[in-house]
């Protein structure tokens, strides 16, 4: 019986060899490309890596809610720009017919938007759990991520009407969010820049202008009582920004440069892409022989007074087979080598809208005097006169005109412009015949999303 | 299936088995008596066994009979002669009369196998004498007493039977060759071997001669049809491509986090890549899924680089009893590949080489450009829009009387491969070793220069000591594979308008006719993106063995793994629109597997009662890494710099590494009872480093039973036509972890762009640390038959396997920040069905023989329940109580006659169409499927015929289009009949041209979700022929062999699309080959 010995030994060897190293065994080393949340935010490099890493996803794509998207689909949607591609995804939105499975609506709007809210949210929950993060630093970030969150946010209200309102990174509760109502939406909104405003620096954190500041938040919100219509607010914080002489018009070709006087927050594209910015490498046409892949519309064009210089400082043409082209000419670079400095910032907010939104607030609190000289100043910039509206309406009506031309292809404002002033049957409905239906004002809700949440209902006329 | 009828009534009209009652008829004068043993072997199914003593003893013979007995004859043969005859089975042997008792002798000796190792437990019979006695555990016997002139008949259960003439000889050394192709054939199992009679799981075993008689690269291809229960998929036609393989079934709700390929163990070693893909770049073989890692259909396999040279056979094991021991992993299956090992015997030197072309089989045609025109003239018409330059510059900026075939152009080519293998092998009883060496090489039917080369080394080396106690085994595979292609496959260009301007009147590659600057791309252009894959394979193994007492051994299994792939991938300015901004850049990958196991085993066997015990316990530790490296440059200055990063204006790098540690201890207890009933027990804990704390350990096993009713002793008193008879039964419970690692941990990763001179981050993945393993529980009752001495071999198996805590993406909306979380899922999925095989001995004579063998699988998968179905992100992709692969949307009614569009059931009446109108419109799993292989020899020519067989509902051509007819692309002549005008009644709606149009929607809506994009996708394929003829076979074992094969010949199908295998038209179908070839051994 000497081999059952043998054998007993044998197996308490195995046996005890793989419990013992059981746990032990099976432990991996972490991956080498990614951090745990806990280390993150352990120290101040990292949580600013991680704020960055918010601009640095922003500016990733073109196209995209952030960059470039909202410079397109709504000028499409709206009556600034015809689509010369070919590509039906765009030829949609010209006529106002987006498929509710549009691949664009989805990808570079909606979820793209969420992406960027939940990144924010991201970091608003571990930064509060964290402390050992300097004050400064926490609150610069907090300030930042908080500003996001509302300005995602207020995009996604303005394009799909009453979105859900992501508070959280718990994907349980964000699974099944419905839409909260438009105006809960903008009262968090609101809530997030008020808190922005109060955290932020004054200065920017980092050598120019491209992270968020105090006079970002302000601008920003200055922008959001004007939609809302609170008329007072929106005059004072547009005033702040105004009043602080921090900012000042400058020429119209130096607007969009780094070096501008007037941008209060712009946007550095990646440096290892080739595309300078997303509106330039758009709008720009490749070539001399080819048509540019969108041109303004004639209604557009129309729009400019006949001694307007933005028609020649930020409008191009080119003409192919006989046919003129106009297209927007804000951004003057297509692409440069990868690698090398870009020449051009995307700018998210300027000057330029502070006094046109003041203007606005100010005729409609009837101090159209003072309306009407913020108005002079954005007119005579572009080589105009001053404006001859003198009653209410007209020159409410100036100043919409003014903000055509202003910020043509310029992060939606036509659009928005249009259905917070009530007028976009009207006008659209004139140009765009019997392609306009009065529910394309709102896109529809992605049917992506409708399929994975119950809890979404889809705008009317989809 | 007419076909398949005649083929199976065929295979079973046998020849009756001719007995000694058989008729003779023949006339001899003073014939040697030889040539009447010749004669009478003819036409019996007799040999003569005789020495050359007796024939010199023996007279001449005269006779001449019509038609009478064999015994009759050889009474009358023989009356005159000084010999004697008696009968034994087949054997008709002949003795010099009265010559019996003065030449008693004794002899000694020893049985082994091909390995060298000793038989112990043969039976070596002495005919004449009628004694026989069993090896003892050396293999050795002495037989005392027996003729000098005996026929020793030597058995043992897995060998083939051998007969030697003793011939005054008094020591032996047999050797016993493994039997194959029969129930005695040994099967390799997890950690050990068997035999189909013993086994008491579902193993089916292919060889590498089955394999080798099919001109493919993959071996995985080879396995087409041929094994039950198992659906083999390839991917595309092109050299390297990935072939998928699914064991009973799908199992996987999620493909995109999960996959159901079985575990690929090479040599007792798991292979690192398993049955995933191997570039991370995306290739002309496929796209590597950006999301999860894990493999989309297509992609680079990691089988190409073996070669079906090196392979001894390859075992697919199903049920619990076979894949329990294999615990988290055997959920889907385990594929046992074996490479060739040693044998015994002098030194044989083997060379074969090969050669042959290949040709695209089935694709569509395409209209003319007339037709096309036409085509779109009338898109336009009908949707009542002016065609512009811009909307129509094919028709109004393009050349439209210029016509190219794309689908020549493009994969009309002829693909050329040569094989050339080359092997030395043999040994003495203690070491015995094999090496082999081949290289093969494969063009494309693309135009241009493009191929894919190997090279392979196999050796194996095998020690046995003089005591036989101690035992090394060391196996090893360096395979190197250079996969040159392009960066797209070029079959998804042929549709491309055939009035595009390929070259410019200065024969350069032509853009933008007209001065439209335009999206199509010139599909030629993509010849100039090179694309090349550099795989190095080591697969390693080494066996120790020591037997320190009588049943005990101790065994120390050691493998490595070795696979990497270095990738690169240019995009030269020439190979872009001049008018688009070209930018050149270049892509570099490296992606590594490296896996090293370390299995600990001891085994004991004892007889206990009557039965015998066999108890194998054992350990494993296993660690993976695998590390993912990319490099692209772009902004080079000169196309010429492209292979290098040095020009690049802008690099951009990744690298990431991942671990998985696994570990296990298994127990298995097999216990046999006279052959009569057996009792096979097997349990595994594992542990594994891809699941979040406190989810990494597990328990899985089964229990397997088999009755072997003809070795009873009621059946061995009655013999019947039933030779062979078992039943047998399993159940038990496996895993699958088929998961990509580190998923439960919510990291943060380096944004892909830097923002300020800083690199972000931000965040991966959702905090999940509560997803496990999925379980699949088996059931399995099997019947094995054997009819007419074994002539006639069929099995019936039914299987039930149920797999339940489904990994999956679970999706989400985007809302949440991501796309997906991972969850297990408390849905269950079963799949069951019914597994016919049969192997049958049609005919067998001496210069002729005829063997049928069939496979036939009855399959059905069903998603039996899955809690909260309805308000789960699935509600629209799965139905309880159908299979996963359910056809669940519209049901199409035809063309609206007066609109001329698309239109689909409203199901529930509420004049609008929503997904509230889905429904349950059939799937698309096979029905039946199977195969059918015949073999007939005739004297030195073999010919072998395999067709593959499927049953099934497939997405046709109207599922792979990418917009409705009428756009801006080529269409297949199947859409000539369409609607024209009102009252048409046609299945194809009118054409447009442009998405703002109802046809648009319409078919985006409703048609393209409904059951219209499927059709019927059966097929009879012809998939291998192979004829062989031995041109030389002599005494000293030299052979030469020429043949010729042919695989994929031909299809017969109603399939309304390219091949309804691949079920796109728009991707590479498996190619058509024929081969010819010369073997020569010496």
């Known amino acids: 019986m000497k081999q059952f010995l043998y054998l007993k030994y044998f197996f308490a060897f195995i046996f005890g060899a793989a419990f013992f190293s059981c746990e032990k065994f099976i432990e991996v080393d972490l991956p080498t490309d990614q951090l745990t949340t806990q280390s993150v935010f352990s120290n101040d490099e990292s949580a600013v890596a991680a704020i960055r890493g918010l601009y640095s996803e922003i500016t990733r794509n073109n196209v995209y809610i952030g960059h470039g998207a909202m410079s397109v689909y709504p000028a499409l949607s709206a009556d600034e720009l015809n689509v010369h591609t070919g590509n039906p995804t765009e030829i949609a939105y010209v006529n106002n017919g987006i498929p509710v499975n549009s691949f664009p609506l989805l990808t570079n709007l909606w979820q793209k938007g969420y992406f960027h809210i939940y990144q924010a949210n991201a970091i608003l929950e571990n930064l509060s759990h964290s402390n050992s993060i300097s004050p400064?630093?926490?609150?610069?970030?907090?300030?930042?991520?908080?500003?996001?969150?509302?300005?995602?946010?207020?995009?996604?209200?303005?394009?799909?009407?009453?979105?859900?309102?992501?508070?959280?990174?718990?994907?349980?509760?964000?699974?099944?969010?419905?839409?909260?109502?438009?105006?809960?939406?903008?009262?968090?909104?609101?809530?997030?820049?008020?808190?922005?405003?109060?955290?932020?620096?004054?200065?920017?954190?980092?050598?120019?202008?491209?992270?968020?500041?105090?006079?970002?938040v302000t601008a920003f919100l200055a922008r959001v009582y004007l939609y809302l219509k609170d008329w007072t607010r929106a005059e004072t914080e547009a005033g702040a920004v105004i009043n602080s002489n921090v900012y000042k018009l400058s020429t119209l070709n130096n607007t969009f440069l780094p070096v501008s006087s007037e941008t209060i927050l712009q946007l550095l594209p990646p440096i290892t892409q080739i595309w300078n910015t997303s509106e330039g490498f758009s709008f720009l046409p490749f070539s001399s022989f080819a048509s540019p892949s969108y041109s303004l519309t004639n209604s557009l064009m129309s729009a400019f007074e006949p001694a307007d210089e933005r028609k020649t400082n930020w409008v191009n043409s080119m003409v192919i087979n006989t046919t003129t082209y106009y297209y927007p000419f804000k951004y003057k670079v297509k692409s440069v080598a990868a690698g090398a400095p870009k020449t051009e910032y995307s700018v998210v907010l300027r000057m330029g809208e502070q006094y046109l939104i003041r203007a606005e607030a100010r005729a409609n609190l009837n101090n159209l005097t003072g309306a009407q000289s913020d108005l002079n100043l954005i007119r005579n910039r572009a080589g105009l006169p001053n404006t001859t509206a003198n009653d209410l309406g007209a020159l409410l009506l100036a100043i919409q005109k003014e903000r055509q031309v202003e910020f043509l292809c310029e992060w939606g404002h036509r659009w928005f412009d249009l259905k917070r002033t009530g007028r976009t049957d009207n006008i659209l409905g004139a140009i765009k015949g019997s392609n306009w239906q009065p529910t394309d004002a709102w896109?529809?809700?992605?049917?992506?999303?409708?399929?994975?949440?119950?809890?979404?209902?889809?705008?009317?006329?989809? | 299936m007419k076909i398949l009828c005649v083929l199976l009534t065929a295979a079973s009209l046998y020849l009756p088995a001719r007995g000694i009652s058989q008729g003779i008829t023949l006339a001899l004068q003073n014939a040697p008596l030889e040539s009447f043993f010749k004669v009478v072997e003819q036409q019996s199914n007799f040999s003569f066994v005789y020495s050359k003593e007796a024939i010199a003893e023996s007279k001449p013979v005269t006779i001449e009979v019509k038609n009478e007995t064999l015994e009759k004859v050889l009474k009358n043969v023989f009356a005159n002669q000084p010999l004697s005859y008696?009968?034994?089975?087949?054997?008709?042997?002949?003795?010099?009369?009265?010559?019996?008792?003065?030449?008693?002798?004794?002899?000694?000796?020893?049985?082994?196998?091909?390995?060298?190792?000793?038989?112990?437990?043969?039976?070596?019979?002495?005919?004449?004498?009628?004694?026989?006695?069993?090896?003892?555990?050396?293999g050795e016997f002495i037989l005392r007493d027996i003729s000098d002139d005996d026929i020793l008949v030597i058995s043992s259960v897995g060998y083939y039977k051998e007969e030697i003439r003793v011939n005054k000889e008094t020591n032996f050394l047999i050797r016993l060759r493994i039997a194959a192709g029969t129930l005695d054939e040994t099967v390799v199992i997890a950690y050990g071997t068997t035999t189909h009679r013993l086994n008491t799981g579902s193993v089916f075993k292919v060889s590498g001669e089955e394999i080798r008689k099919q001109p493919v690269s993959n071996i995985l291809a080879a396995l087409q049809a041929r094994v039950p229960g198992m659906v083999v998929t390839q991917s595309t036609g092109l050299p390297g491509s990935s072939v998928q393989v699914q064991v009973r079934g799908r199992t996987a709700l999620d493909l995109s986090l999960t996959d159901d390929q079985p575990l690929f163990v090479i040599d007792g070693v798991p292979y690192a890549p398993n049955n995933g893909y191997l570039n991370t770049l995306r290739s002309a073989l496929g796209v590597p899924s950006t999301t999860t890692g894990v493999a989309l259909p297509g992609g680079l396999s990691p089988f190409s680089s073996i070669s079906p040279s090196d392979i001894e056979s390859i075992e697919v094991l199903k049920d619990a009893d076979a894949t329990a021991i294999y615990g988290s992993r055997g959920a889907n299956g385990v594929i046992l590949i074996t490479t060739k090992k040693s044998k015994v015997g002098k030194t044989t030197f083997n060379l074969n080489v090969q050669g042959g072309f290949s040709k695209i089989t089935r694709s569509m045609d395409l209209f003319s450009t007339e037709q096309y025109v036409d085509m779109r003239y009338e898109a336009f018409k009908n949707d009542a829009v002016t065609p512009t330059r811009s909307n129509a510059f094919d028709l109004l900026a393009w050349d439209t009387t210029r016509y190219t075939d794309f689908k020549k152009l493009l994969i009309g080519e002829t693909a050329h491969f040569s094989d050339v293998q080359a092997s030395v092998s043999g040994g003495n009883l203690n070491t015995v070793f094999f090496l082999g060496m081949g290289y093969h090489s494969e063009t494309t039917v693309f135009p241009g220069d493009l191929k894919d080369e190997r090279g392979t080394i196999h050796v194996n080396l095998n020690h046995v000591t003089q005591d036989q106690k101690f035992r090394v085994q060391l196996s090893g595979n360096y395979n190197v594979d250079n996969n040159n292609l392009i960066s797209t496959d070029l079959t998804s260009y042929i549709n491309v308008p055939p009035n595009l301007q390929v070259y410019d009147s200065s024969g350069n590659l032509a853009w933008n006719e007209g001065g439209v600057v335009t999206d199509i791309l010139n599909p030629l252009a993509l010849l100039e993106q090179e694309?090349?894959?550099?795989?190095?394979?080591?697969?390693?193994?080494?066996?120790?063995?020591?037997k320190p007492i009588k049943g005990i051994t101790v065994r120390l299994s050691a493998g490595f793994n070795d696979v990497s792939v270095n990738e690169s991938k240019t995009v030269p300015y020439s190979s872009q629109n001049p008018l688009q901004n070209p930018v050149r850049s270049a892509s570099f990958g490296l992606n590594s597997f490296k896996s090293w196991i370390i299995e600990p085993q001891a085994e004991y066997e004892r007889n206990i009662f009557k039965g015998k015990a066999d108890i194998i316990i054992g350990g494993t530790f296993q660690k993976q890494t695998n590390e993912v490296s990319s490099l692209d440059g772009s902004g080079y200055v000169s196309d010429d710099l492209l292979g290098s990063l040095n020009g690049a204006s802008s690099v951009r790098g990744s690298k990431s590494s991942s671990q998985y540690n696994y570990e296990a201890i298994f127990g298995r207890l097999n216990y046999n009872w006279e052959n009569k009933y057996l009792v096979n027990l097997s349990v595994r804990r594992d542990g594994s480093s891809k699941f979040g704390p406190d989810k990494q350990f597990a328990n899985f096993g089964a229990a397997g039973v088999a009755w072997l009713f003809t070795n009873e002793g009621f059946f061995k008193k009655n013999p019947s036509f039933i030779s062979f008879g078992k039943i047998r039964g399993s159940y038990g419970k496996t895993g699958n972890d088929k998961i990509a690692n580190y998923l439960y941990l919510d990291t943060w990763t380096p944004t892909f762009n830097s923002y300020q001179n800083g690199s972000g981050l931000a965040p991966t993945r959702l905090f999940n640390p509560d997803y496990h393993w999925e379980k699949t529980t088996k059931l399995e009752i099997a019947v094995e038959l054997g009819f007419f001495k074994d002539r006639l071999l069929v099995s019936a198996a039914y299987y039930r396997h149920q797999s339940s805590n489904q990994l999956v993406q679970y999706k989400l909306p985007t809302t949440s920040g991501f796309t997906s979380v991972i969850r297990n899922l408390p849905a269950l999925v079963q799949n069951s069905g019914l597994e016919f095989s049969l192997s049958s001995v049609n005919?067998?004579?001496?210069?002729?023989?005829?063997?049928?063998?069939?496979?036939?699988?009855?399959?059905?998968?069903?998603?039996?329940?899955?809690?909260?179905?309805?308000?789960?992100?699935?509600?629209?992709?799965?139905?309880?109580?159908?299979?996963?692969?359910?056809?669940?949307?519209?049901?199409?009614?035809g063309?609206?006659?007066?609109?001329?569009?698309?239109?689909?059931?409203?199901?529930?009446?509420?004049?609008?169409?929503?997904?509230?109108?889905?429904?349950?419109?059939?799937?698309s799993d096979p029905k039946f499927f199977g195969g059918l292989q015949n073999t007939l020899e005739y004297k030195k020519i073999q010919f072998d015929f395999f067709f593959q067989f499927v049953s099934q509902v497939g997405r046709?051509?109207?599922?792979?289009?990418?917009?409705?007819?009428?756009?801006?692309?080529?269409?297949?002549?199947?859409?000539?009949?369409?609607w024209r005008k009102q009252g048409d009644v046609t299945t194809i709606q009118r054409f447009t041209q442009a998405t703002n149009q109802a046809a648009y929607n319409s078919w985006a809506n409703e048609f393209r979700r409904s059951d219209g994009v499927f059709g019927d996708a059966s097929f009879i394929r012809l998939k291998n022929i192979s004829l062989s003829y031995t041109l030389l076979n002599d005494a000293q074992s030299r052979t030469l062999r020429l043949y010729v094969a042919g695989q994929n010949l031909f299809t017969i199908t109603n399939y309304k699309g390219g091949d309804p295998e691949t079920q796109s038209y728009l991707r590479m179908p498996p190619l058509r080959t024929i081969s010819a070839g010369i073997q020569y051994t010496f």
């Open chain 2, 86 to 138: 008696s009968i034994n089975e087949k054997f008709i042997i002949i003795k010099i009369s009265g010559k019996k008792k003065d030449s008693l002798i004794e002899i000694r000796g020893k049985v082994i196998n091909e390995d060298g190792e000793a038989v112990p437990g043969a039976t070596v019979f002495a005919q004449v004498t009628n004694k026989g006695i069993s090896t003892n555990e050396r």
């Open chain 2, 843 to 893: 005919i067998k004579m001496k210069n002729f023989s005829w063997t049928t063998t069939a496979n036939l699988t009855i399959p059905k998968n069903e998603l039996v329940s899955f809690p909260g179905l309805s308000i789960s992100p699935y509600a629209l992709q799965y139905v309880e109580g159908q299979s996963l692969n359910v056809i669940y949307a519209y049901k199409y009614i």
């Open chain 2, 956 to 978: 046709t051509y109207f599922s792979n289009a990418i917009n409705p007819e009428g756009f801006r692309y080529n269409l297949p002549m199947l859409t000539q009949d369409h």
């Open chain 2, 531 to 546: 694309y090349s894959a550099k795989t190095d394979n080591l697969i390693s193994n080494l066996q120790l063995s020591y």
């Open chain 1, 136 to 216: 400064a630093v926490k609150d610069q970030i907090f300030g930042e991520a908080k500003f996001f969150r509302a300005f995602f946010h207020f995009y996604l209200v303005n394009l799909f009407g009453p979105v859900p309102l992501a508070m959280s990174t718990d994907y349980r509760d964000n699974a099944v969010i419905a839409r909260s109502d438009t105006t809960a939406v903008y009262q968090q909104i609101v809530a997030d820049l008020l808190d922005a405003q109060k955290l932020v620096s004054i200065n920017y954190p980092t050598p120019e202008k491209v992270r968020v500041n105090k006079f970002a």
């Open chain 1, 443 to 462: 896109y529809p809700i992605p049917q992506g999303e409708m399929l994975s949440n119950s809890s979404l209902t889809q705008n009317p006329g989809y």
């Open chain 2, 895 to 923: 063309v609206d006659a007066a609109k001329g569009i698309y239109k689909v059931e409203d199901l529930n009446k509420d004049n609008i169409i929503t997904t509230a109108d889905y429904q349950v419109l059939g799937n």
